[in-house]
Every structure is written in structure tokens, then in C-alpha cells.
């Protein structure tokens, strides 16, 4: 009968149909899983695989870079304790009328530019203890808190060694005569320095 053959034709197609739709389903889901597997995995390598590397919004100043105390823009220098950062403002350009260039090579750092720095102390010194002497760790640095700046060039160290104290600036480490914090009133009288940042 025609009344049995057309509900016939029309189920077989889709029954047909069926088995072939599981398996593109089937293909679909794997196919997703494998992706999210395979990020995942990926995320997994990336973390392991890329190691901290600090950047100027880390403040870093890169070798070669030439960074003065005005240079606002330079988070190593935008992110200095203000006082300590017009202190120095000051002793610039007093320095320049000597003939003086004074240049910022390092100021704030963040946490991790700092735990890096004192990492990798670590590993040159293959000790803890005495990588303690030349990095700070991050909890200790006043690089971190933006209450420190380290200068250079050796003449520009030099002046500030001895013209320091009229805009309260002292080195404060005996072994880094780069390394400056505000540590006296204007004219005042520096504090003892610290052996080292250790001490
Ligand atoms: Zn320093």
C-alpha cells in the first residue's frame, strides 16, 4: 500500500541520517577537547618557558640608555619618592654649573625587577648570604619603596659624595658609592653608611 511505502521513505532517510550525525558530533567534541587540551598544555609550556624579564615599566633603564632625573616619562624616575626626586632635581643642575652631568641608572624597580636582580645574584654567587651584600631582596630594597637612586658616572658619583649633603642626599652602602637616598635634612649631617646592603 501507498499509505505504508511513504512513512517508509521519509523514516529510512533519517535513520540514515542519524548514525552519520553522531559521528560529526562525535568529531566536533573531540576535535574541541583536543583544542582545550592542547592550550591548556601550551599555557602549562609558556609559564615554565618564559622566564620573568623585566621592562622599562618594571624600571628597568636598559644598558646604554640615557636617563637624567627629569626624565618624567621613565617609570624608574616617575616613580621615585617625590622628595628624593626634587632633592636631586636640584643637585643636577648645581652639578651641570661644575661641568657635571648627573645621570639616573637605576631608580624604582618593582617587586619582581628586584626579586630578579636578587635572584640572579644568587646564582652568580652560588649563595644566599652573600648575595645579600650586593641586591637587596625586595622586601629590603629602597629601590622597591622609590626612596633610592643609583647615579653615575664616577665623576658624577663623586660630586654627589661630597655635595650630597646640602640637599640632604647620602650614599648609605660603604660598597656602592652609587647609591643615594634621601637620609638627612638639607645641610644636614649624613648618618653612618651601612657596610653593605646586608648590614
Ligand atoms: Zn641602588
Known amino acids: 500500500m501507498s499509505s505504508r511505502s511513504l512513512p517508509t521513505s521519509v ?3 533519517s535513520r540514515r541520517r542519524l548514525p552519520f550525525l553522531l559521528v560529526v558530533l562525535g ?3 573531540s576535535a574541541g577537547l583536543a583544542g582545550v587540551a592542547l592550550l591548556l598544555v601550551q599555557g602549562a609550556f609558556a609559564a615554565v ?3 620573568f624579564s623585566p621592562s622599562a615599566t618594571d624600571g628597568l633603564i636598559a644598558e646604554g ?3 637624567t632625573i627629569d626624565d618624567d616619562d621613565v617609570p624608574a624616575v616617575a616613580r621615585l619618592n617625590r622628595s628624593l626626586r626634587d632633592a636631586l632635581r636640584q ?3 648645581d652639578a651641570a654649573a661644575d661641568g657635571i652631568s648627573l645621570y639616573v641608572t637605576s631608580g624604582w624597580r618593582s617587586t619582581g625587577y628586584q626579586r630578579w636582580l636578587f635572584e640572579d645574584a644568587v646564582e652568580l654567587y652560588a649563595s644566599e648570604e652573600v648575595a645579600r651584600q650586593y641586591v637587596a631582596t625586595p622586601e629590603r630594597s629602597s629601590h622597591v619603596t622609590g626612596d633610592a637612586v643609583d647615579v653615575g658616572p664616577i665623576d658624577a658619583q663623586f660630586w654627589l659624595m ?5 640637599y640632604g642626599i647620602c650614599q648609605t652602602y660603604a660598597n656602592e658609592r652609587w647609591h643615594y637616598e634621601l637620609a638627612t635634612a638639607p645641610g644636614g649631617t649624613c648618618p653612618e653608611m651601612k657596610l653593605d646592603a646586608a648590614s
Not at 162 to 166: I, M, R, S
Request: net charge negative.
Open 11 to 13: 523514516i529510512q532517510p
Open 27 to 29: 568529531a566536533v567534541i
Open 49 to 51: 618557558a618564559a622566564p
Open 65 to 67: 640608555m640615557v636617563v
Open 91 to 93: 643637585a643636577e643642575r
Open 162 to 166: 661630597e655635595h650630597g649633603p646640602a
